[in-house]
């Protein structure tokens, strides 16, 4: 079983709609998780980062933690085709020395 | 600019001749890493750097050395370079480890025949 899971995707919405992104990780000691966003031949930047359970909202973005079932997922609402990328679902373990990355979903906003 | 620099940006190479991936932050970073990224296996980290002379594996060191002897500067070698060794790196700093952001560099796609 991988550390951190990801559905490949692509995962396809029109412009407008809720993109719904999923995380599953292994380690139920971990603290801290994050969202990156990877544009096609570029680097991975940081979108969200949450440690508590429930909700995170930042602009279209809202992540969202539920450790007792060990998932994370992303939100962004009124998806644009600009946020057509790679998501990179990151995990900090119980001793925080290393971030442990899911493969990543596809994500493409049509217009 | 704040950044992460790395150098050379692409590379090709051929098995056994030694190469150095360099990695540069301007930022005064305490913590370093070495990612590879690799297709359906994401980003896998190859060493860390705590601080200055502080290394240490991460999941896939095999094939791989780094050094740490300045704060800003976290090179990548590969003494005996390997056809699978062939993938995409990324340097990435942040502030500490326990930073949330790490800032990442613009990668080096390596081609080893």
């Known amino acids: 079983q991988k550390e951190v899971e990801q559905n490949s995707g692509p995962l396809s919405v029109p412009e407008g709609a809720i993109a719904s992104l999923n995380c599953t990780y292994s380690d139920r000691g971990s603290q801290s998780f994050f969202w990156y966003r990877q544009y096609s031949g570029k680097s991975p930047e940081l979108i969200m980062f949450i440690y508590s359970n429930g909700d995170k909202e930042d602009g279209r973005f809202t992540a969202q933690l539920n450790k007792a079932s060990q998932y994370v997922s992303l939100l962004i609402r009124d998806s644009q085709p600009s946020d057509s990328a790679t998501y990179l679902c990151a995990v900090k373990g119980e001793y925080g020395n290393k971030l442990v990355f899911g493969a990543g979903t596809i994500l493409r906003v049509k217009s | 600019e704040a950044q992460v620099t790395q150098n050379p940006r692409y590379l090709i190479t051929v098995t056994g001749k030694k190469l150095t991936v360099t990695c540069s932050q301007n930022m005064n970073h305490e913590y370093m890493s070495w990612y590879r990224q690799d297709p359906g296996l994401g980003l896998r980290q190859i060493y860390y750097?705590?601080?200055?002379?502080?290394?240490d594996k991460g999941d896939v060191p095999e094939g791989y050395k780094v050094s740490r002897k300045e704060k800003r500067n976290f090179p990548l070698i590969l003494e005996s370079p390997s056809p699978n060794q062939t993938s995409l790196y990324f340097c990435a700093s942040s502030l500490t480890i326990d930073q949330y952001e790490q800032y990442f560099g613009p990668g080096t796609r390596l081609t080893v025949t």
């Open positions: 750097s705590m601080n200055v002379e502080v290394t």
